[in-house]
Every structure is written in C-alpha cells, then in structure tokens.
C-alpha cells in the first residue's frame, strides 16, 4: 500500500508540474514597445528646432565660410563629394575629371564634372540668417566642409542655381520623390548645427514630411 500511494504521489507531482509549465507558457508574453522609425526622430528633431525670424545679412560673405578644404595634393573637398556620389568614376591624380552623377533635386543625367555643382543642403547665407553669423571663421568653415552630416551632396549646377540660399517654404527640388529625403537632410542638419528655421519654412519641412 506504501509503495502504491509513493506512485500515486510522484504521478500527481508530474502532474502538477506540467499543468503550471502549460500555464507558464500560455502567459501573455509582454511585446517589446516598438522602436522609433526615422521619420519620428526627424519629426522630433524638427519640433526642437528653435522658431525665429530670418536674421540679418549684415556682415554676410562666403568667404566667412572657407570652403573648399585641402584634401590631398591639389584635391579638396568638392573632390571627396564628387567621388562619394558618382560612379565609374575617373581621376587625374586625386582631381576628378570623369564620371556619372545622378543629380536627385531634377532626376538629371550627368557626365562632366564641370556640370555638377556641391550643393551646401543648408545655403551658407540661410545658416548665417538662423544663427551661423554668431559663429567664428573655424566654426563656418567646419560647417562648410561638413562631410559627416547630409550637407553636402553632389547635383546639377542648374538645380543648385536655382536653389540658392532659399529655404524649403521658397524652394523644393523639382523631383517630388526627394522631397522626404531632402528634409529629413534639411532637418538633420539644422538640428546637428542647432540653426534655427522660420514658421515659414517649419510648416513647409513638416508637409514634406508627410511623403516620407
């Protein structure tokens, strides 16, 4: 009888122990919250951009932004750009003197290097109107030359031209499909450089958003 009530007791004891497994496992397990996407981190870089009115151009050249930098023996920076966003690519030393860019403000097609403009994604007069014209000469420069965020890109002259130092309430690339990318580079840079935009030009960066 001993021997039989010790079985009994072991079978209710596995018993019960995969009863409570089973109920472990059935427990609603808890989802991670999701992580941001990048829309939403360039939507709240864009909402901590400080607003303010375009400031004044007095005192306002590009030669108080030194650009472009030595990069190598008779090569600088518009070199390096040059390089990073075309193909097949052909040099003269370090110079660029071949390759293929496609321009993404116009969808432009281009094969001569001296078709293709490096566009300052924040113009150096807008910088200066939203807070650069309290930098120093180093600190424009370093802003000039900035190959570490989205400011300099590789486009036609044509497009770039017609740019000028105007923000995104006043100009948007012709080519629709970069208008995401093209403020979240805005917004990016702005933020990283602690520049501030106008109510004007916000309003228009937050629309373009809204195609990303």
Not at 25 to 50: I, K, N
Not at 68 to 75: D, H, Q
Not at 113 to 139: F, Q, T, Y
């Amino acid at each position: 009888m001993r021997t039989r009530s010790l079985a009994r007791s072991g079978t209710a004891a596995v018993l019960a122990g995969l009863l409570a497994a089973g109920a472990a496992a059935c427990a609603p397990v808890e989802s991670p919250a999701p992580e941001p996407t990048g829309s939403a981190d360039t939507q709240a870089q864009l909402d901590r951009l400080t607003v303010a009115g375009a400031g004044s151009m007095r005192g306002y050249s590009r030669e108080r932004f030194p650009h472009w930098r030595n990069a190598g023996k008779n090569c600088d920076v518009r070199d390096t750009v040059l390089q990073r966003d075309g193909t097949g690519i052909k040099l003269s030393g370090c110079n660029v003197v071949g390759g293929r860019w496609s321009s993404r403000y116009d969808k432009r097609t281009l094969t001569d290097p001296s078709d293709v403009d490096i566009d300052h994604m924040v113009p150096l007069a807008n910088a200066w109107r939203s807070g650069a014209d309290e930098w120093d000469d180093d600190k424009r420069s370093e802003f000039a030359n900035d190959l570490d965020r989205p400011q300099l890109v590789a486009v036609s002259a044509s497009s770039n031209r017609a740019k000028g130092d105007q923000d995104p309430s006043q100009w948007k690339p012709s080519n629709r499909d970069d208008w995401c990318q093209y403020a979240e580079d805005w917004i990016a840079v702005k933020h990283y450089w602690r520049l501030s935009v106008t109510s004007g030009e916000k309003a228009a960066l937050d629309d373009m958003l809204g195609s990303c």
